[in-house]
């Protein structure tokens, strides 16, 4: 396990921010792709508007939080 | 310590599946839940802050969903391992949703024969909930499924 647990973790220092960088990506990024296609399937099933709703409104979130992971990146690209 | 939440949503065909989503991050435990509710199972969410085992063998989960984190932190990591040598879950499934493509695909092998199935991010919810179905149908064996 613990050599396995060795394999599987980032080692340098680069290697960890761009993991971290990209887990912040990610995360945003799978609330979408999930989001919408429960959306289309709420949006196919007709008279949810709360469904649809709490949908929207998680999408806004991802987008935010997205924008902003994307904005830092950029930052920090610029400073390096 | 913050408690698991647990909700049940209604089903027609009796038992449900209880599955325990694990995760650092609310929004994507809020997609699981209302997914996973949408698919017929009980479910509860946990957060890697917790990473309380006693928690996980209270709940006694049919199967857990578990999102590994390539990143400075080693919570998931950890809790793998920790759910692996417990003799008291070490038979619960594990889907491995994981963004770390690179990685986890060169571990294939060796992450199905500890009984991981494992998801790739960002996965379609279809994905999810049939590698969900799968593994709680006995003679189904761990699977990897990708984009």
């Given amino acids: ?80 | 310590m913050p408690r698991p939440s647990t909700e049940r949503s209604s089903s027609p065909n009796g038992y449900q599946p209880h599955i325990l989503a694990i995760n650092n991050d609310p929004a994507v435990l809020s997609l699981f839940r209302d997914l996973l509710q949408e698919a017929g199972y009980q479910v509860s969410t946990q957060n890697y802050i917790d990473r309380d085992l006693d928690q996980i063998k209270a709940l006694k989960p049919d199967l857990i969903v578990l999102d590994y984190m390539w990143a400075t932190e080693d919570a998931s990591w950890s809790l793998l391992q920790m759910l692996r040598m417990d003799p008291s879950t070490v038979a619960i499934p594990i889907v491995l949703c994981t963004g770390a493509v690179h990685e986890v695909k060169a571990l294939e092998e060796h992450l199905v024969s500890m009984g991981v199935t494992v998801v790739l991010k960002p996965f379609n919810i279809d994905q999810l909930v049939d590698a969900i179905r799968e593994r709680l149908t006995p003679e189904h064996p761990p699977i990897v499924a990708s984009t």
Avoid: C, F, K, W
């Avoid at chain 1, 980032?10 to 959306?39: I, N, W």
């Avoid at chain 1, 508007?49 to 709490?54: D, G």
């Fill in chain 1, 1 to 80: 396990m613990d050599e396995l647990r060795s394999r599987l973790e980032p080692r340098t220092p680069e290697q960890q921010a761009h993991a971290a960088r990209m887990h912040e990506l990610r995360s945003p990024l799978t609330v979408l792709v999930g989001r919408v296609q429960l959306l289309r399937r709420h949006l196919r099933g007709g008279n949810d508007s709360a469904r649809v709703q709490n949908d929207l409104e998680a999408i806004e979130a991802a987008l935010a939080r997205l924008t902003a992971a994307v904005e830092r990146l950029d930052s920090s690209q610029r400073s390096d």
